[in-house]
């Protein structure tokens, strides 16, 4: 187990490393100069040199890089072009939204898709698995953010329940989260299904039952525990298509999050703020990935050794 | 008194498979105590007949015919009385040892799952229990704790024989117990299972495709082909006369005949077993069988009276040595 550790952290800080150049290199091939938008077009050349100075504009990228690293594990994120306040602070703003914003999602989805999709599998063929499967059909093919918008006249221009937009506290995340939840539930649902399906064909499924154990205990005492394992991958990789939701679905409610801030920083050319997200959005799904390989090895004790 | 086990023309169909029953009204009967060791090669219904006895048939299975266990009608009984049964009267040893265990979970707590069901031990008690049924299957120094990858093939079959005893059933059913395990580990398998069965005055039903083990460990013997019995009986009146010429060719092909003869390879009877959906219409072994005639051709033998207790499904069998 400490040697899977080991190997599973090393990968971790490899792949940290690596997301981190490439988004440095990106963003530097990325055309519009920061100081001239800074600045407005007609500004002297003079005063735009003395801002690249001032932005470290002027280093070579070989410097630049290991600056901006440094300082960001010194907790330094530098200032933002734009708004000339701490990233840090700016940060710290909108993650009190997009992260309860995303887990809500998260938990939306594992809540509604895993049972489900137990139950369309434990019934497969029947009329319930149908209808759990055309309707999780449906939810797959529904992109988030027109669900978002159907979400909003229903729930908040007709009947008026929750707020359409903007954020006044905690009520203002369902049905955002709920519309970044849904086409994830879908899929995961069926992910599930298929995956409970696979494992009732299993030998030991059998052995349960030649136990004495009724349909019901054998699938989740044996089936379920055994299926999830395929099903919490499919989970880490829907995570990062969370976060791409999130952006796009804090802008169809007007959230002030992570998602809005990257959407104004990239128009304005504030690379700093582009930089420091992006990194810090390929950070978290690089970390959500080990935190499922570690939850792999915690339910499949085959791994642990591997 | 009744037999502990009794199959009366029982028949399977799997409309999904084909119209065809994939058993053919079997019909046995065991007493406590006693073994019977059932014989045939791949695929002409062995499992699916141990699979019937603890009513874990494939979805869409349809049963007809009877089955009594204790005096219980079981076709008629509900799903309840089926998992009560289960495991506690009749247990059952899986062919695949590599894959008939949860692989995610500690053997210790696979063990303990029935005697906690049916016999509804506490915590301490079942850990106490696992440690004895590890014991008594020869695994004293494996510990509860270990996942079914720790163990050797051999020893994943311990386990699955001493889950399958764990509540001190009254019949066993053992499918082919023993053919995914080296020769050496065969043998000490298939002792502990007679060991175990005398021990407990314990009906066992053993599957098996192996003649050889049939004469060593079942005191009867039945011989099934494509579905049905052609040939039963006390194990010495079987294996002195061979009446059904499917028997003889399997005793003829099986791997003690082989290495008697100095070599070693794959035993094979001439032909292949028909598949269900194309069994011929007279006697499902025509085709292979070297005494076959006409009259053969025409309809199926019939289960007939050799001698007592003997009985052959042939219009040919072979004579008394
Ligand atoms: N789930 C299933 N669906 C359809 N047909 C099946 C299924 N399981 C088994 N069969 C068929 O039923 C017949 C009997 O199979 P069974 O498993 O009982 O054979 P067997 O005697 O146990 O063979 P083996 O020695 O290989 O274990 C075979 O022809 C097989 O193809
Ligand atoms: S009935 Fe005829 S074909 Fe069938 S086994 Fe006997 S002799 Fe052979
Ligand atoms: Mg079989």
């Known amino acids: 187990m400490a040697r899977f550790l080991a190997g599973r952290c090393a990968i971790l800080l490899a792949t940290l490393l690596a997301a981190s150049v490439l988004v440095f290199l990106v963003l530097q091939v990325l055309p519009g100069d920061p100081a001239s938008i800074m600045l407005g077009t007609s500004a002297r050349p003079d005063t735009l040199a003395a801002m690249h100075h001032q932005l470290g504009l002027d280093r070579p990228l070989w410097q630049r890089y290991p600056l901006w690293i440094a300082a960001l594990l010194r907790g330094d994120f530098g200032v933002s072009y734009t708004y000339s306040v701490p990233v840090a602070d700016l940060l710290r703003a909108r993650i009190a939204i997009s992260l309860p914003l995303a887990l809500l999602a998260m938990a939306l989805s594992v809540a509604l898709a895993i049972p489900l999709g137990v139950f369309a599998a434990a019934r497969r063929g029947h009329l319930s698995d149908t209808l759990v499967m055309g309707v999780a059909q449906l939810g797959v093919s529904v992109p988030n953010f027109w669900l978002g918008l159907l979400l909003v006249l229903l729930f908040s221009v007709k009947l008026g329940w929750l707020p359409a937009g903007g954020f006044a506290g905690p009520r203002s995340l369902l049905l955002p989260a709920v519309a970044l939840a849904l086409p994830q539930a879908a899929i995961l649902a069926r992910v599930t299904r298929s995956s409970v399906l696979e494992t009732l064909g299993e030998d030991f499924v059998r052995t349960a039952r030649a136990k004495g154990l009724s349909r019901a205990a054998a699938l989740w005492r044996h089936a379920v525990p055994n299926a999830l394992i395929p099903v919490i991958t499919i989970m880490g990789l829907q995570f990062s298509f969370l976060l791409a939701g999130t952006i796009i679905i804090e802008n169809v409610f007007n959230l002030p999050g992570l998602g809005r801030l990257i959407f104004q920083a990239i128009a304005q050319r504030d690379l700093i703020v582009v930089q420091d997200l992006v990194v810090l959005l390929a950070g978290s799904v690089i970390v959500v990935n080990f935190l499922v390989d570690l939850a792999y090895a915690a339910l499949d004790p085959r791994l642990a050794r591997a | 008194m009744s037999a502990l086990l009794e199959l009366d023309d029982l028949s399977v169909r799997l409309p999904a498979a084909g119209p065809v029953p994939l058993l053919d009204r079997v019909s046995l009967s065991l007493e406590r105590g006693e073994s019977l060791g059932v014989v045939g090669e791949s695929g002409c219904g062995k499992s699916m007949a141990a699979l019937a006895i603890m009513g874990l048939l494939p979805p869409g299975a349809v049963v007809s015919g009877g089955l009594r266990f204790d005096g219980q009608d079981l076709l008629a009984a509900p799903e309840a009385a089926w998992c009560a049964l289960r495991g ?26 029935g005697p906690r069901r049916h016999l509804r031990l506490g915590r301490g008690a079942a850990e106490s229990e696992v440690l004895r049924l590890l014991d008594r299957v020869g695994l004293a120094r494996i510990s509860p704790d270990r996942y079914p990858h720790q163990l050797s093939g051999g020893q994943r079959q311990r386990v699955m024989i001493a889950m399958a005893l764990a509540c001190g059933p009254d019949l066993l059913l053992a499918d082919e117990p023993t053919t995914a395990l080296d020769m050496t580990i065969q043998g000490q398998i298939l002792a502990l299972l007679a060991e175990l069965a005398a021990e407990r005055r314990m009906a066992l039903l053993l599957i098996t495709h192996d003649l050889g083990v049939v004469a060593r460990h079942a005191a009867r013997t039945l011989v099934m082909y494509a579905g049905r019995v052609v040939e039963t009986g006390p194990t010495p009146a079987v294996f002195a006369r061979m009446a059904h010429p499917y028997t003889h060719g399997l005793f003829a092909a099986s791997p003690h005949a082989i290495m008697a003869g100095g070599r070693r390879r794959l035993p ?43 009985l052959a499904a042939c219009y040919h069998p072979r004579a008394a040595a």
Not at chain 2, 284 to 295: I, K, L, Q, V
């Open chain 2, 88 to 113: 506690r009267r009749i247990g059952m040893v899986f062919q695949e040892p590599m894959t008939a265990l949860n692989p995610i979970q500690r053997i210790g707590a696979q063990l303990a799952e």
């Open chain 2, 268 to 310: 094979t009877i001439q032909g292949q077993v028909p598949e269900p959906r194309a069994r011929p219409p007279g006697c499902c072994f025509a085709p292979r069988c070297a005494a076959a005639a006409e009259d053969c051709r025409q309809s199926p033998p019939m289960l007939a009276p050799l001698d007592a207790g003997h």
